[in-house]
T-cell receptor
């Protein structure tokens, strides 16, 4: 069955440093992969989408890579700020349009 | 331009009662998805609907749960005879017709507590 793995341990990082999160998947050949941010008590918010033919995508201080051979995506937050503290979810499409399967998420805590 | 609206935000029910959760998608969106998030767990897909049609309900429990998206009005997720295990956050998401990115827009969720 399809499986998505994200590091379940919280990532504690000092302000200004780069946070790197990992998303590994098995039994998938996704056409794209998405990353979302979720704050406590709130709904997820879309951040970035990267397609299978793209190696890297950037948006402001965010960078996503997608290695379809390794079946892995890396999510980087550069020059991290306390406001970046949240849980970050990766998501992949399954067998129908818009039906995304989500990883359990990795919590990021940025301390001043 | 209002986003996805869910209500109620919080709902408390006793075991055996019914819970009705409502979702109004973003303006112009005709695809609605319901996800459930249990404490300390990830989002789990439940059902995908378009106007008047259930497209994919493979994530819905076989009993007590139903969903609809009528021609007029919000999408409704209905849970009959609730049990404590139904306590969770229920998120609705919408996407536009022919959206190229597959991006989902989520509401803030409805948090169901079953006593």
């Amino acid at each position: 069955s399809q499986k998505i793995e994200q590091n379940s341990e919280a990532l504690n990082i000092q302000e200004g440093k780069t946070a790197t999160l990992t998303c590994n998947y098995t039994n998938y050949s996704p056409a794209y992969l998405q990353w979302y941010r979720q704050d406590p008590g709130r709904g997820p918010v879309f951040l970035l989408l990267i397609r299978e033919n793209e190696k890297e995508k950037r948006k402001e201080r965010l960078k996503v890579t997608f290695d379809t051979t390794l079946k892995q995506s890396l999510f980087h937050i550069t020059a991290s700020q306390p406001a970046d503290s949240a849980t970050y979810l990766c998501a992949l499409p399954t067998d129908s349009w818009g039906k995304l399967q989500f990883g359990a998420g990795t919590q990021v805590v940025v301390t001043p | 331009n209002a986003g996805v609206m869910q209500n109620p935000r919080h709902l408390v029910r006793r075991r055996g009662q019914e819970a009705r959760l409502r979702c109004s998608p973003m303006k112009g969106h005709s695809h609605v998805y319901w996800y459930r998030q249990l404490p300390e767990e990830g989002l789990k897909f439940m059902v995908y609907l378009q106007k008047e049609n259930i497209i994919d309900e493979s994530g819905m429990p076989k009993e007590r749960f139903s969903a609809e998206f009528p021609k007029e009005g919000p999408s409704i997720l209905r849970i009959q005879q609730v049990v404590r295990g139904d306590s969770a956050a229920y998120f609705c998401a919408s996407s536009g017709t022919g959206a190229a990115t597959g991006e989902l827009f989520f509401g803030e969720g409805s948090r169901l507590t079953v006593l």
